[in-house]
Structures are given as structure tokens and as C-alpha cells.
């Protein structure tokens, strides 16, 4: 069964930076990409960013430039760093593995983990 566990979110003021990380199981994480996701309150879930095995990476437009995903194959974790935060980065953060359809990223089994909340204040 997957397992994903998130962590690293916090309260942080506008501007400032967050280092978030998701462990996952190693049956997942050795053959796919991996995502972050985010859930705003009354919001869809959405995915801000991907990793592939390789080391490609791709963003949402509203967090690129400002946030970087990487991830550790030794270490089963992939992370996201954020920087120059703002209020609307407001979430509940999750991470899953993803494969891409197109140019659309699906997830690979539809369980997720609690999710790191993240809050950023004005």
C-alpha cells in the first residue's frame, strides 16, 4: 500500500520561505514522478509541481520562479522549497506519485497522505 507522509509546513509571513518534504514508499517512488499538490480551503486541489525519475521538472505558473521541487532516490523523499511566499500560497500540501497523460499529470493511486499545512500571513 502507498504511504506519504508530508511535513515542513508551518505559519510564515509574507515573503518569507518554507522547506517542505514527503516521504514515500519505495515501491512508489523508484519508478514514477512525483508531485506536490496543494487544497486551499473551498479550492480544488491542484498540482504546483512535478519531478520526474530523471530529474525534469515542471511548475504551475503561479509558483514558478519561487518554488523548487527535488527529490533524494536514497532517501525515498522528494522536497519543495518555497520562497517569496504570499497569502494565497495558503494551503494544505500533499505529494503523490504522477504520471503524465498528454501534457496532463495524473496520479498514480488515488490515496494521499494528511497533507503539511502551510499558512502565510499578510
Known amino acids: 500500500q502507498v504511504q506519504l507522509v508530508e511535513s515542513g509546513g508551518g505559519l510564515v509571513q509574507a515573503g518569507g520561505s518554507l522547506r517542505l518534504s514527503c516521504a514515500a514508499s519505495?515501491?512508489?517512488?523508484?519508478?514514477?514522478?512525483m508531485g506536490w499538490y496543494r487544497q486551499a480551503p473551498g479550492k480544488q486541489r491542484e498540482l504546483v509541481a512535478v519531478?520526474?525519475?530523471?530529474?525534469?521538472?515542471n511548475y504551475a505558473d503561479s509558483v514558478k520562479g519561487r518554488f523548487t521541487i527535488s527529490r533524494d532516490n536514497g532517501k525515498n523523499t522528494v522536497y519543495l522549497q518555497m520562497n517569496s511566499l504570499k497569502p494565497e500560497d495558503t494551503a494544505v500540501y500533499y505529494c503523490?506519485?504522477?504520471?503524465?497523460?498528454?501534457?496532463?499529470?495524473?496520479?498514480?493511486?488515488?490515496?494521499w497522505g494528511l497533507g503539511t499545512q502551510v499558512t502565510v500571513s499578510s
Open positions: 519505495g515501491s512508489i517512488f523508484s519508478i514514477n514522478a
Open positions: 503523490n506519485a504522477v504520471y503524465p497523460y498528454g501534457s496532463i499529470w495524473y496520479v498514480v493511486d488515488d490515496a
Open positions: 519531478i520526474t525519475n530523471g530529474g525534469s521538472t
